[in-house]
């Protein structure tokens, strides 16, 4: 298949505890991204809700199939005519399991059909310092496939701390992927030190564009405010694929604009055929 270039807009949010408030605001960055000639348009982790408060998740989530955030982005996605990630969304998962969320990714069609999902692989449990630590595996379940997207060109799907696992990435590009979506809500101290270069890794290693739409900034407590609230990084990035960082975001809310171009993604692996070396070995 031969692609075109095309412009994504990257969308940075910061979103509060609130889906319905959240929900006005993405609105508003998704028409501004098309209305300026983004036909592929991407949205951070988390863009529902960001908020640790297992009874307000309990309260305020629902399945994919009654999610309203889920059903006005497929129709946003329909109206504006534009190829929609959904970085993720927090859902309840209804199937009788055991309890825990789903952090999910869309990829939305132009006729607003959803294309494919993805439930991020990799959960956040980590302890940053001795009064930082995470444990996303307590509310959200793990998925178990890795998905290759049908998008506006060959997708690869990952979420946030998917990040840290290069071998990941390799076998999405290894399958046709020539695109890499990393929709982010990474912390504020983990992302100082390790965002920008974990992104350029990933993109030199593939010989793909990766794009991180990202949450930022200091995220609200409207439902439940006794919570401390949390600090995301920010700085949505895209990475041509010979990992050069062709926009940043800094820290505000907005919209950035990018132009891929399928030539880059040739050029790159033609100079580095690194996917087509592996080797098979022993040990260690």
């Given at each position: 298949?031969?692609?075109?270039?095309?412009?994504?807009?990257?969308?940075?949010?910061?979103?509060?505890?609130?889906?319905?408030?959240?929900?006005?605001?993405?609105?508003?960055?998704?028409?501004?991204?098309?209305?300026?000639?983004?036909?592929?348009?991407?949205?951070?982790?988390?863009?529902?809700?960001?908020?640790?408060?297992?009874?307000?998740?309990?309260?305020?989530?629902?399945?994919?199939?009654?999610?309203?955030?889920?059903?006005?982005?497929?129709?946003?996605?329909?109206?504006?005519?534009?190829w929609l990630l959904i970085g993720s969304l927090s859902l309840k998962t209804g199937d009788g399991g055991d309890?825990?969320?789903?952090?999910?990714?869309?990829?939305?069609?132009?006729?607003?059909?959803?294309?494919?999902?993805?439930?991020?692989?990799?959960?956040?449990?980590?302890?940053?310092?001795?009064?930082?630590?995470?444990?996303?595996?307590?509310?959200?379940?793990?998925?178990?496939?890795?998905?290759?997207?049908?998008?506006?060109?060959?997708?690869?799907?990952?979420?946030?701390?998917?990040?840290?696992?290069?071998?990941?990435?390799?076998?999405?590009?290894?399958?046709?992927?020539?695109?890499?979506?990393?929709?982010?809500?990474?912390?504020?101290?983990?992302?100082?030190?390790?965002?920008?270069?974990?992104?350029?890794?990933?993109?030199?290693?593939?010989?793909?564009?990766?794009?991180?739409?990202?949450?930022?900034?200091?995220?609200?407590?409207?439902?439940?405010?006794?919570?401390?609230?949390?600090?995301?990084?920010?700085?949505?990035?895209?990475?041509?694929?010979?990992?050069?960082?062709?926009?940043?975001?800094?820290?505000?809310?907005?919209?950035?604009?990018?132009?891929?171009?399928?030539?880059?993604?040739?050029?790159?692996?033609s100079r580095i055929p690194s996917l087509t070396h592996d080797r098979v070995y022993s040990g260690p």
């Amino acid at each position: 298949m031969s692609l075109a270039p095309i412009t994504a807009g990257l969308v940075q949010l910061c979103v509060s505890d609130d889906p319905e408030r959240n929900l006005d605001d993405t609105r508003a960055l998704i028409r501004e991204a098309a209305g300026r000639g983004a036909s592929f348009v991407l949205t951070p982790e988390a863009t529902n809700i960001l908020n640790a408060d297992r009874a307000t998740q309990e309260r305020v989530l629902c399945t994919q199939d009654n999610d309203p955030t889920l059903a006005a982005l497929r129709a946003e996605a329909r109206e504006l005519g534009v190829w929609l990630l959904i970085g993720s969304l927090s859902l309840k998962t209804g199937d009788g399991g055991d309890n825990r969320f789903a952090n999910r990714s869309f990829m939305i069609a132009p006729d607003g059909e959803i294309r494919a999902s993805y439930d991020k692989l990799h959960m956040f449990d980590v302890t940053v310092s001795e009064t930082e630590s995470y444990r996303e595996s307590s509310a959200f379940r793990p998925g178990a496939r890795a998905v290759l997207a049908d998008g506006p060109w060959p997708v690869g799907m990952t979420v946030c701390y998917d990040l840290r696992f290069p071998h990941l990435y390799r076998d999405l590009a290894k399958a046709g992927a020539q695109v890499l979506t990393v929709p982010a809500a990474f912390n504020d101290t983990t992302g100082a030190a390790h965002w920008e270069v974990l992104l350029r890794a990933r993109a030199i290693e593939t010989g793909c564009y990766v794009l991180a739409p990202a949450q930022t900034g200091l995220h609200g407590n409207h439902l439940s405010p006794e919570r401390k609230p949390r600090r995301s990084h920010g700085h949505s990035l895209a990475v041509d694929p010979w990992g050069k960082i062709i926009t940043d975001a800094g820290t505000e809310r907005g919209v950035s604009l990018v132009v891929l171009d399928p030539a880059a993604v040739v050029g790159a692996r033609s100079r580095i055929p690194s996917l087509t070396h592996d080797r098979v070995y022993s040990g260690p």
